[in-house]
């Protein structure tokens, strides 16, 4: 017996020629807000209606509670989804798209009454529960999708892009709530997103997925500070690559860089690795006076982007375009450097980390 | 114009747009229309021809006598009742059997939808009349259906299948099954298929999702299904008239009888604009119901 509430094993699914889904392991905690982040087509959403049983696998396994659900239709399935654009049935109420589900399970009526109030209260949607979906804003239309998946009380709830369809300002507002709700309830939430500052912010766990494979599952600061994959480095964040070659010399870890004619000391060993790469705010403008940190080179200041608290510095050193993102600590003596100019770029032997090919 | 909104340009358009059809409407329908009502009112000589006074131009009176008459006549009234009952009835089992199909045609894959459509309209490729005299030799007492029943026992002696309402109402559930195929497999194949995701995600069996989503959201295309087969089948005449028999009377061959053989045009021009009243009346009721059904309307 495993202690993961749901279990991956080798799930498979192809659409004609592509697999949309290739051989994906994963556990999943109870309690826990995982994320599955990826861009368009790269298999999350199929993976999600696997888990539902709204697709069948062409192969591996799905564990719930260390049962085999793999071949369970999805009404039999204790978890529900919330859909993209929410799929709110159009002829019922919000109390009536609430009880739905409590109604196919065969609750009892007084109890499907107190369990839609509690729904409707913890969505704050008690004021429009004789409304029609089409009455509602789309912020309100998203909660109502939430207190439909969440009222029958399911081991694990799906939420499909469940803030995409909603603007910018709604979307920080309805994150927030989220969080606060599945805190609440307890109940273990898989996200999908493409937003990789929604599935950050919100997960506690992200798989990043590419092509219908999971590259990396990590907790969100251990995918931004130690990727082990070149596309989870790209896709996360920005970064700037080095290529060039790593070796140990007398116990120290070094990494030839030959387009800036520069070796490098860095912290942690990848042996073979012909990458390196370090984010934009690791890249530090080193004082007029002289560098303080072990690495450093020298680069032309090209275009600069400013953004009141930072500034993010395009900067060229060879043929190499590189980002190094200024942050504006200090009112005086933190100034952008002007354009064209030649600077002198530090960073430490931890900021920097070595990619696979 | 008391006031002027920056809508009017397009309002302008948008009449000059629908102006033709408009025209079209009205010189088409409303003038025929008009005509008929003129006729209604009018005296009938059979001795004229066309067979009535033109009140208009100053010969003869001007009454509601054909209406009295339509009123005053049990047997009209008879036609009236069988018509409905019979439109209503076929219109229904119309919609029973085409609803599955259409239900199979928007859930078959994609590729397969138009031609399963244009199968289920082929039979409009031959004509109407042929198709329903093969009906006449297929249900005869000597035809095939019978002879079928007799060789496997099913029946001692040939059955009267032709000339009767069964045969009315086979002949226009299958004539216009069609009508309510197009209409049904339209409004299901616009059905958001997510829903039934969303119902099955939630705990509906199969059975339970059609009940509680398919079917209350496909209101709108059993209604406009039956009325396409109720509205024409109200005054159809070729029907009654090849299958039902010498008894029966339905309100388009009544209508026929008093236009060409009794040659009273202002009583078949009475029983036209009843007629009209008649298939005006369920519309209405409907269009309401439908108002009150859709997603949109407010319950």
Redesign the interface.
């Known amino acids: 017996m495993s202690e993961a509430l749901l279990v991956l094993r080798g799930l498979s699914k192809r659409f004609g020629a592509t697999a949309a889904v290739d051989g994906v392991d994963l556990e999943i905690l109870p309690g826990e807000f995982f994320a599955l982040l990826g861009g368009s087509g790269c298999g999350k959403s199929t993976l999600l209606?696997l888990i539902?049983?709204?697709e069948r696998p062409d192969g591996g396994a799905i564990l719930l509670e260390g049962r085999d659900i793999t071949r369970e239709?999805?009404?039999?399935?204790p978890l529900?989804?919330m859909?993209q654009?929410y799929?709110?049935?159009?002829?019922l109420?919000v109390a009536e798209n609430i009880a739905?589900?409590l109604r196919?399970?065969g609750w009892r009526t007084p109890a499907i009454a107190a369990r839609v109030e509690e729904m409707l209260a913890l969505t704050h949607l008690t004021e429009l529960a004789q409304r029609?979906p089409?009455q509602l804003s789309g912020g309100q239309q998203q909660r109502v999708a939430l207190a439909?998946?969440l009222a029958?009380r399911p081991r694990l709830v799906l939420l499909d892009e469940p803030l995409s369809a909603l603007d910018r300002k709604l979307r920080q507002a309805m994150r927030t709530e989220l969080a606060a709700i599945q805190r609440e309830v307890g109940i273990t939430f898989i996200i999908v997103t493409h937003d990789q500052e929604e599935a950050m912010s919100l997960a506690s766990r992200v798989a990043v997925m590419d092509k219908g494979r999971i590259l990396q599952v990590d907790r969100p600061q251990a995918l931004y500070e130690r990727p082990r994959d070149r596309f989870v480095a790209s896709f996360i964040g920005q970064v700037n690559v080095l290529a060039g070659t790593f070796r140990s010399d007398g116990g120290r870890l070094l990494f030839d860089c030959p387009a800036l004619g520069a070796c490098f000391q860095i912290a942690e060993p990848l042996p073979g690795a012909r990458t390196l790469a370090i984010r934009p705010e690791k890249l530090r403008l080193a004082d007029p006076s002289g560098p303080r940190l072990p690495n450093h080179f020298r680069a032309r200041v090209e275009s600069i982007e400013y953004r009141g608290e930072n500034s993010l510095i395009r900067l060229e050193a060879g043929a190499l375009s590189l980002l190094a993102l200024h942050v504006h600590r200090d009112r005086r003596g933190d100034e952008d450097p002007p354009i064209g100019a030649e600077v002198c770029l530090e960073f430490g032997p931890a900021d920097a980390f070595l990619l696979p090919d | 114009m008391p006031f002027s909104s920056p809508t009017e340009p397009r309002t302008r358009a948008a009449l000059a747009v629908a102006g033709l059809p408009l025209a079209f409407f009205a010189a088409m329908l409303l003038l025929p229309l008009c005509l008929i009502g003129a006729i209604s009112l009018a005296e009938s000589d059979p001795a004229l021809s066309p067979p009535f006074r033109p009140w208009w131009s100053g010969d003869g009176g001007i009454g509601l006598k054909s209406y009295a008459l339509v009123l005053e006549e049990g047997i009209y009234a008879r036609a009236w009742l069988d018509s409905l009952r019979i439109a209503a009835t076929s219109a229904s089992l119309a919609v029973l059997l085409g609803y599955p199909l259409a239900l199979a045609i928007a859930r078959a894959p994609e590729k397969l939808r138009l031609p399963l459509l244009a199968l289920a309209v082929l039979p409009f490729w031959t004509s109407f009349l042929v198709r329903v005299y093969a009906w006449i030799g297929l249900l005869r007492h000597d035809g095939p259906i019978n002879a079928l029943l007799l060789a496997l026992g099913l029946s001692e002696q040939p059955l009267p299948l032709l000339y009767g309402e069964f045969a009315i109402h086979l002949g226009i559930v299958y004539s216009y099954l069609p009508f309510a195929i197009l209409p049904l497999a339209a409004n299901l194949m616009a059905l958001d298929s997510r829903l039934l995701d969303a119902a099955a995600d939630l705990g509906a069996r199969p059975m339970s999702a059609f009940l509680r989503v398919t079917l209350p959201l496909s209101a709108p295309g059993i209604a406009a299904a039956f009325l396409l087969v109720f509205v024409p089948a109200l005054g159809e005449f070729v029907i009654p008239d090849l299958l039902g028999g010498p008894d029966n009377l339905m309100l388009g061959r009544l209508l026929w009888n008093e236009f060409f053989q009794a040659r009273d045009w202002p009583l078949a021009a009475a029983i036209t604009l009843m007629l009209l009243a008649m298939v005006v009346l369920p519309l209405l009721f409907l269009s309401r119901l439908l108002g009150r059904l859709a997603p949109g309307g407010r319950g």
């Open positions: 209606r539902a049983g709204l239709p999805p009404y039999r399935r529900h989804m859909f654009n799929a709110l049935f159009p002829h109420t739905f589900g196919r399970q029609k089409h439909r998946a029958p």
